[in-house]
Each structure stands twice: as structure tokens, then as C-alpha cells.
């Protein structure tokens, strides 16, 4: 995974778009409806940027071990602003 790879999208972009601004695979996705944890990311900066969590995103990070705060599922989060993040060590 390349560091420190700086990704623009408009705001209100789904964080999927990203595999479109990019010729490899920053963050790996599977079934884009939060259902698979394919594309668990930590987020290191910017949460609030990434919109809210909803119950069944929570309820599904909890199922992973990943109910800290600090991990969403990039396939349910929409970009409001600047966030960064890294994609979690499965």
C-alpha cells in the first residue's frame, strides 16, 4: 500500500469513488453495501468528515472487533470534507 497518497474528491463523493482515481487498488472493496468488511479502514484524522456511522455499520464493525471509534467501512462513509485514513491490517 503506497504511503501518504493524497486522493481529491468533491465533497459528498462516496470513498468507492476512489478506485476511480487511481490506476492500483488503494482500498480493497467487495460488496459495496457494508455487509462483507472487505473495506474496513482505520481513520487517523478527519472523522468527522466521513459522515456518521449508521446502527447497522456499528453493529457490523462490533461483529469485526473494530467497534473503537477509529474504524469505518469506506463502502458507507461520504466524504464532507478532509479526512485521512489507512486501510486496517485484516
Known amino acids: 500500500m503506497p504511503d501518504r497518497v493524497e486522493i481529491l474528491l468533491p465533497d459528498g463523493s462516496c470513498l468507492t ?53 477509529n474504524h469505518r467501512l469506506a463502502c458507507q462513509c461520504r466524504l464532507l470534507g478532509a479526512a485521512t485514513v489507512r486501510v486496517a491490517q485484516q
Request: proline letters at 6%; glycine letters at 14%.
Open 17 to 69: 469513488d476512489i478506485e476511480y482515481e487511481r490506476p492500483e487498488q488503494l482500498i480493497p472493496f467487495g460488496c459495496r453495501s457494508g455487509a462483507c468488511g472487505a473495506c474496513v479502514i482505520e481513520v487517523l484524522d478527519g472523522s468527522a468528515a466521513l459522515g456518521e456511522a449508521d446502527p447497522d455499520e456499528t453493529d457490523f464493525l462490533e461483529d469485526l472487533g473494530r467497534a473503537d471509534g
